[in-house]
């Protein structure tokens, strides 16, 4: 079945640092990708996604290229913030379109002043 | 837009007593997904509908959990009897394409 495995958390950071949560997938055929978060208190939010090999999702600074021969989908940003602490959830859906999402367990990021 | 509207936002019951969840999903959008969330895991699907027809329900307990979205619109989810590990996060979510979710019910199970 399909599954998705992420680097366990705490992340904690420094502001500014370098982020890199990895994330990787088990699925068959050609699924679409996402990175999913959840500030504290709050649902669920889409962060970026991506459907084919080699697409590149980013928004608000986070990027995740669709790396299909490592079945991969690692979430990066280059200086991160402390309104990004946050769970970070990566995400399957079955095929090229929308449908019922596998997720991985959630890595939480803490990021300091 | 408004988004996916949950109630309650908290709940606490005693096992074997039962409870029930509200979701008002956004307008317009015709799939509706129920997910448990467990402490520390990522959301678990429990049922889809499109419309008001069940597309998957494979993961719901069906000896316990009931679903059902009459006219296509709003859902509710209920648990009779709870047990204690049924203490989770339920989250409903909507969408045309992209999945938008509400903010969740949290339940305890005591």
């Known amino acids: 079945g399909n599954s998705v495995t992420q680097m366990e958390g705490p992340v904690t950071l420094s502001e500014e640092a370098f982020l890199t949560i990895n994330c990787t997938y088990t699925?068959?055929?050609?699924?679409?990708l996402f990175w999913y978060v959840q500030y504290p208190g709050e649902g669920l939010q889409l962060l970026l996604k991506?459907?084919?090999?080699?697409d590149k999702g980013s928004n608000k600074g986070f990027e995740a290229t669709y790396r299909k021969e490592t079945t991969s989908f690692h979430l990066e940003k280059g200086s991160v913030q402390v309104s990004d602490s946050a769970v970070y959830f990566c995400a399957l859906s079955a095929n090229s379109g929308y449908s019922t999402l596998t997720f991985g367990k959630g890595t939480m990021l803490l990021v300091s002043p | 837009e408004a988004g996916v509207a949950q109630s309650p936002r908290y709940k606490i019951i005693e096992k074997r007593q039962s409870v029930a969840f509200w979701c008002n999903p956004i307008?317009?959008?015709?799939?509706l997904y129920w997910y448990q969330q467990i402490l520390g895991q990522g959301p678990k699907l429990l049922i889809q509908f499109q419309n008001n027809g069940v597309v998957d329900d494979s993961q719901l307990p069906k000896d316990r959990f009931s679903a059902e979205r009459l006219k296509g619109v709003d859902s509710t989810l209920k648990i009779q009897p709870a047990k204690l590990e049924d203490s989770a996060v339920y989250l409903c979510?909507?969408?045309?394409?992209?999945?938008?979710f509400g903010p969740g019910t949290r339940l305890t199970v005591t």
């Open positions: 307008s317009g959008h015709a799939t």
């Open positions: 699925a068959t055929g050609y699924p679409s």
């Open positions: 991506a459907t084919k090999a080699d």
């Open positions: 979510a909507s969408s045309l394409n992209e999945q938008y």
